[in-house]
């Protein structure tokens, strides 16, 4: 099993910045893909930033330029660096990883982390 946990979430005003990191603990596995996520009461989760076993990136137009996912292999850590924050980027955050684990690909996700951006 792996367990996955979220922090840096918060309050901020509009314009400043969070990061998030998203810790995988357990053991017999090594990390894919890692995504965030977000979502809003009465909406469904949206892909926020996404990076592959390479290291390849990708964003919705929503974020391109103000977000940036990075990780730390060594760390297990995925990390969602936000700027320019604006309200409409007020969620609740999610890190979704693709583990291998005995040949088999699993998925889990996080437990969510609150961020609330003021105007």
């Known amino acids: 099993q792996v367990q996955l946990v979220e922090s840096g979430g918060g309050l901020v005003q509009a314009g400043g910045s969070l990061r998030l990191s998203c810790v995988a603990s357990?053991?017999?596995?090594?990390?894919?893909?890692q995504e965030w996520y977000r979502q809003v009461p009465g909406n469904q989760r949206t892909l926020v930033a996404a990076?592959?076993?390479?290291?390849?990136?990708n964003y919705p137009d929503s974020v391109k330029g103000r977000f940036t996912i990075s990780r730390d292999n060594a760390k297990n850590t995925v990390y969602l660096q936000m700027n320019s924050l604006k309200p409409e980027d007020t969620a609740v955050y999610y890190c979704?990883?693709?583990?291998?684990?005995?040949?088999?690909?699993?998925?889990?996700w996080g437990q969510g982390t609150q961020v609330t951006v003021s105007s």
């Open positions: 979704y990883t693709r583990v291998v684990r005995g040949g088999f690909l699993y998925a889990y």
């Open positions: 357990g053991s017999g596995f090594s990390i894919n893909a």
């Open positions: 990076i592959t076993s390479g290291g390849s990136t």
